[in-house]
């Protein structure tokens, strides 16, 4: 199972604006909506090419009411998810599965499960800098093409 997830825009209450709009409910409609994060929406579907699928049929609303799509590839890793720009680039064997590690963009995670102020660091002899942006509990790291790292 490929797993996406949309992180709202601050200011927005991303499942209520998606569930609102007639296209956006029906393309969500056959899918288990979860909430993983604060302001966020996660539905697993059955192939990296769904998942792709599903956020080209959300972009109009995309673009609007969130901040980010990711995507959990577990052929990928399971661990990390991938940027929405990343995960196509891999879904169309443009970049390598195993060469997608070195570009990451890192979100805090507060204790109220919310993201929070990304930052974005290169993975150095498997290791990756500690967030330093706030002080948070956790992190979630997201995979992003050399394009996206380089702004």
């Keep these: 199972m490929t797993r996406v997830c949309f992180v ?38 059955i192939s990296l090419g769904s998942a792709i699928a599903l956020c080209n049929d959300l972009n109009w609303y995309l673009v609007r009411f969130a901040d980010d799509a990711l995507v959990m590839e577990p052929s990928v890793t399971d661990e990390e998810w991938l940027s929405r720009e990343l995960a196509t680039a891999v879904r169309d064997g443009a970049v390598d599965p195993a060469e997608t590690d070195e570009y990451l963009k890192v979100y805090g995670l507060t204790a109220e499960d919310e993201l929070v102020e990304p930052m974005y660091l290169s993975r150095t002899d498997g290791d990756i800098p500690a967030y330093d942006l706030r002080d948070v509990p956790d992190t979630v790291v997201v995979r992003v093409t050399e394009s996206e790292f380089g702004g």
């Design 8 to 45: 709202g825009s601050p200011g927005v209450d991303l499942r209520t604006e998606l569930r609102s709009r007639e296209t956006a409910r029906e393309a969500l409609a056959t899918y288990d909506l979860r909430e993983p994060y604060r302001n966020s929406l996660a539905v697993d579907t």
